[in-house]
């Protein structure tokens, strides 16, 4: 499985990005997918999820303001963020999750596959 994030970009505070994750897998749909981050420093952390059968959760900092989706048949995970802040700043990592359970979650250990990311800048 391979995981291709793109959609990083340099933006000013309030502003609004969309993340995408490409992937060419088998049965994608069954996948636990999720968008990660790191920013310089800290570690990586899980911001929100979505389950095989659509479920999602988010990190408390940005619920409200992101939103995690896919599109089964086009086999892309987005990620919608708004209301950028510059703490969001960080390289967001996709990831998807087989034989590891169905239900969204935040934890890394869920996930056996990843991209290489992309950089958001909120600035």
């Known amino acids: 499985v391979q995981l291709v994030e793109s959609g990083g970009d340099s933006v000013q505070p309030g502003g609004s990005l969309t993340l995408s994750c490409s992937t060419a897998?088998?049965?994608?749909?069954?996948?636990?997918m999720a968008w990660f981050r790191q920013a310089p420093g800290k570690e990586r952390e899980g911001v929100a999820s979505?389950?095989?059968?659509?479920?999602?959760t988010y990190q408390d900092s940005v619920k409200g303001r992101y939103t995690i989706s896919k599109d089964n048949a086009k086999n892309i995970l987005y990620l919608q963020m708004n209301s950028l802040k510059p703490e969001d700043t960080a390289t967001y990592y996709c990831?998807?999750?087989?034989?590891?359970?169905?239900?969204?979650?935040?934890?890394?250990?869920?996930?056996?596959?990843w991209g290489r990311g992309t950089q958001v800048t909120v600035s």
């Open positions: 990831a998807a999750g087989l034989g590891r359970g169905t239900s969204p979650s935040l934890l890394e250990e869920r996930y056996n596959y």
């Open positions: 897998g088998y049965a994608w749909y069954i996948y636990c």
């Open positions: 979505i389950g095989a059968y659509g479920s999602r």
